[in-house]
């Protein structure tokens, strides 16, 4: 199983579009400035491709969706799991269209209700056309309320409930000996028994400071101590955080993700 790391920036992105307006004065730690020479601190909206040699999962259709699928060369799409409904994760979805036409068929996509009704709000152009539209192409979907381990694509996935902001229902996943959670501030007891004996743990590491839904380093530091996976890489990070400057300080295990980044298990 190769995991793909198609974006690994927080809803802004990296560099930020305040910063440009700022002329970068605003930028903590200068990272948005960097991010013109170094591609590792240029960090489109989180996302992630999960593949074997016969299937491949997508996790989060983010808003850089289209750049990030031809950035990475994607070639199938068998289903998508979405962790939750806000915008940076899930306004990528019109573009899976192209698959579709490509494949012939329709594509199943999973999440929680919480996450599928939103979604439906979002694109009711999509899920409940009107007789009358007149536009491009549409995706062809096949909604499904995930509330439990499920066979997808060949690959078991066992969804993975967390705490963030004023979601009831978001999710991260377990793949195998994969868990990637992306957007959290607690995960419950319930929910760590679930992430015993990993290979790979990918968590929310939004800056150095607190924030109110997301986990900063020292929280995610603290979670990877608890859960003791065999190696972490931090995702779904701001422009606090310069990989460079605080990589070395980290746990042997652990390292931050960037985009375009590859893992095999």
Not at 153 to 172: D, K, M, R, Y
Request: glycine letters at 8%; hydrophobic letters at 35%; charged letters at 20%.
């Amino acid at each position: 199983m190769q995991i793909t790391f198609l974006g690994t920036g927080t809803s802004h992105g990296v560099p930020t579009i305040d910063c440009l307006l700022d002329d970068y004065a605003r930028c903590p730690l200068d990272v948005c400035r960097k991010a013109a020479t170094d591609p590792r601190h240029r960090r489109s909206r989180s996302s992630l491709v999960v593949s074997t040699e016969s299937s491949s999962l997508i996790i989060d259709t983010s808003q850089d969706f289209r750049q990030q699928i031809l950035d990475n060369r994607i070639r199938r799409i068998d289903a998508v799991l979405y962790t939750h409904g806000h915008a940076d994760h899930i306004y990528g979805l019109p573009d899976i269209r192209s698959f579709c036409r490509h494949q012939g068929d329709a594509i199943d996509i999973y999440g929680s209700r919480e996450t599928l009704d939103i979604l439906q709000t979002s694109f009711a152009y999509i899920f409940a056309p009107s007789d009358d539209y007149v536009g491009g192409g549409i995706p062809s979907l096949r909604p499904h309320t995930l509330q439990g381990p499920l066979q997808i694509a060949g690959l078991t996935v066992v969804p993975i409930p967390v705490e963030h902001g004023n979601l009831s229902q978001a999710l991260g996943y377990r793949i195998g000996g994969l868990a990637y959670i992306p957007d959290v501030k607690r995960i419950p007891d319930t929910s760590l028994n679930l992430l015993a004996d990993l290979d790979l743990l990918v968590l929310n590491c939004l800056r150095l400071r607190p924030h109110g839904s997301h986990l900063c380093l020292q929280e995610s530091l603290a979670y990877v101590e608890q859960i003791a996976p065999h190696c972490c890489l931090f995702t779904h990070m701001a422009h606090d955080i310069d990989y460079a400057a605080v990589e070395p300080t980290l746990p042997a295990n652990c390292r931050f993700g960037y985009d375009g980044l590859r893992a095999v298990l």
